[in-house]
């Protein structure tokens, strides 16, 4: 299935001028004319680095949080063989 760095430079890699960490939970900082991408390996991580200012030029209601393990394997209509619904119902509460 690959890392999830992997998978984040597949989708975001042209456009993002860094992307760091190996989690699924990619904290998306589209700020000062340049994408920024932080992954983290639990919801919790994610709604830190989404609070954190990245730049001098940060607007941190610009901010995004995305599951990649629900993104890519509902693109690809795999079976999921985790709990999706954890992993949404946290998402909904960042």
């Known amino acids: 299935m690959g890392t999830w760095q992997g998978k984040a430079n597949r ?11 190996d989690g699924q939970y990619a904290v998306l900082h589209p700020c ?3 994408l ?15 609070a954190f200012r990245c ?6 209601s610009r901010h995004t949080v995305t599951d ?7 693109a690809a209509q795999a079976v999921v063989l985790t ?7 946290a998402l909904r509460a960042i």
Not at 11 to 21: L, S, V
Not at 36 to 50: F, G, N, Q, R, Y
Not at 83 to 89: G, I
């Open 36 to 50: 920024t991408v932080t992954l983290c390996t639990t919801p919790i991580e994610a709604k830190a680095a989404k």
């Open 68 to 74: 990649l393990g629900n993104t890519f394997l509902e």
């Open 32 to 34: 000062g004319g340049e």
């Open 83 to 89: 709990q999706p619904e954890q992993s949404k119902a």
């Open 11 to 21: 989708e975001w890699g042209t456009t993002a001028t860094w992307i760091k960490g």
């Open 55 to 60: 730049g001098g030029r940060c607007a941190v």
